[in-house]
């Protein structure tokens, strides 16, 4: 059974930082393109980053390049999201999938962030 487990969200203050991880289970990790979503409040959700198996391939949506990196560490199999000049509009809930820009697997409960002075 596939496992996708979100954490390290938090309120931060516009401009800060922060690392969003998601370690996964139930599938072999190494092999599949993984990739971030977020979920602003009352929208849909969108593709934010992916990666490729390797992690030498990564894309971005318009809106984080720049400010936001993925990274993969397939020993531990986990996937992060470091955000950079965080802004409120990157208000909302955060989630990994399997795949680089299909979601493969059904979603975890996500990371909830909130940019906020």
């Known amino acids: 059974q596939v496992h996708l487990v979100e954490s390290g969200g938090s309120l931060v203050q516009p401009g800060g930082s922060l690392r969003v991880s998601c370690t996964a289970s139930?599938?072999?990790?190494?092999?599949?393109?993984m990739s971030w979503y977020h979920q602003a409040p009352g929208k849909e959700r969108e593709i934010v980053a992916g990666?490729?198996?390797?992690?030498?391939?990564?894309n971005y949506a318009d809106s984080v390049k720049g400010r936001f990196t993925i990274s993969r560490d397939n020993a531990k199999n986990t996937v992060y999201l470091q955000m950079n000049s965080l802004k409120p509009h990157d208000t909302g809930v955060y989630y990994c999938?399997?795949?680089?820009?299909?979601?493969?697997?059904?979603w975890g409960q996500g990371t909830q962030v909130t940019v906020s002075s």
């Open positions: 999938n399997a795949g680089f820009t299909v979601p493969k697997f059904d």
């Open positions: 990666i490729k198996t390797g992690g030498g391939s990564t």
């Open positions: 139930g599938f072999t990790f190494s092999i599949y393109d």
